[in-house]
């Protein structure tokens, strides 16, 4: 039965990206990276976000521009508690890519591209020892560069991007699940499991800054890279830091195939909201894979 409820999470979940593309992605499937800018389709799942998804990037010919869109529909809450027999709550981003690239005699190319959204969340929020459901309406506008140039023997790509909007602090909450209780002889029975956020949710004005720094050593064949990533919010309601390292494996050509990779992430870095004084706990290891054709 789990596993078919995964199946079903996944096609639920499904997303179309025609902008960015990369698969160098934190829990939360944010990036800074659009690294390929020819035409390739690329299908994908971030096990932490919850999202399966295809992308597909694509410019004209000879001009030195590109532009996109990006529809993700997903869920508010990750794998593991879905799996565990709770409610499947929808997440919809809704987001426009326009950028440009230079390439130069010397074979680096160098990106901008700036990219509006707008966000839907549909959560249930523990109140008064009842679960309410919310509705969250939000949006953003994020800018971002790319510099692709060459490193050891192969190639390296960093990202910058920072983004101002209105958004919530959910990503920061904990879940936790609520039962209805029913008595027949006796005997307690627990029932309609459901589950939803704890602690105080709120909706703030904020801005946020993220860092990519992906190596791909080999020259000849890009099968493996390395990357390390930052999240940073700048302002906001209690604002958080993250940072994770990855190893992703791409195909010949990487680094415009990468097809799998696995990133440990620090989720707090200075347990600003989580009380966790345990290091590992706010700690965790993130799954994503995909496909070219």
Do not use: H
């Not at 992906?214 to 999240?231: D, E, L, Q």
């Not at 940073?232 to 050509?253: H, N, R």
């Amino acid at each position: 039965m789990k596993f078919f409820s995964a199946l079903i999470v996944c096609c639920a979940s499904f997303n179309f990206v025609y902008g960015q593309n990369s698969l160098i992605q934190d829990t939360k499937g944010e990036t800074s990276l659009i690294i390929n800018q020819n035409s390739n389709r690329l299908l994908s799942i971030n096990v932490a976000d919850a999202s399966i998804g295809l992308s597909v990037l694509d410019k004209n010919s000879g001009k030195k521009s590109f532009w996109g869109g990006l529809a993700k529909f997903k869920t508010s809450e990750n794998v593991a508690t879905l799996l565990t027999g709770n409610v499947f709550n929808p997440s919809v981003d809704l987001s426009a890519y326009l950028g440009r690239y230079i390439k130069s005699d010397r074979g680096k190319v160098r990106i901008w591209y700036v990219a509006p959204s707008i966000k839907l969340d549909a959560f249930k929020v523990l109140e008064s020892n009842s679960l309410n459901n919310k509705y969250f309406f939000g949006g953003s506008v994020k800018g971002g560069f790319n510099k692709i140039g060459k490193a050891f023997k192969g190639t390296a790509i960093i990202g910058y991007s920072g983004s101002i909007g209105y958004l919530n602090n959910t990503s920061d909450l904990k879940t936790v699940d609520v039962y209805t209780r029913v008595e027949i002889d006796s005997t307690v029975i627990l029932k309609n499991k459901k589950s939803g956020f704890v602690d105080n949710y709120q909706k703030f004005f904020g801005a946020r800054l993220n860092i990519d720094y992906a190596v791909f050593p080999f020259k000849n064949y890009g099968y493996i890279s390395i990357a390390v990533y930052g999240r940073g919010q700048l302002w906001g309601y209690q604002p958080t830091q993250k940072a994770g390292i990855g190893i992703f494996v791409g195909q010949q050509g990487a680094p415009t195939k990468i097809v799998a990779g696995i990133a440990y992430q620090v989720n707090d870095i200075f347990n600003a909201v989580s009380d966790e004084p345990t290091f590992l706990k706010r700690t965790g290891v993130n799954l994503v894979a995909g496909f070219n054709f």
